[in-house]
């Protein structure tokens, strides 16, 4: 499939991490993902559809308004939380 293909070819030319953040709702499920290619997923928020993979990347711009709404310290609380223990 062209999609893995892709993915492949990209890992064939780095050695760095490679994130990818989905933005299509096809790109939600679990089995899309190359995690043996090691692509990693960005959690974005507000989110676009839900994580089917584990994400080790978060990135915050605004929600409910982007770039304009700030987030709690208990939201970020939380988010810390979850994060330090998924390693």
Known sequence: DSFLRFWGELRSLTNET?????????????????????????????ARGTLLAPSSYNRLHGSPVIYESSYSAEYL???????????
Request: hydrophobic share 40%; proline share 8%; no cysteine.
């Open 77 to 87: 609380q939380t988010l810390a939380e979850r994060i330090l223990s998924t390693g």
């Open 18 to 46: 490679v994130y990818l953040e989905p933005r299509h709702h096809t790109w939600f499920f679990e089995e899309r993902f190359p995690t043996e290619l090691g692509v990693q997923l960005v959690d974005a928020d507000p």
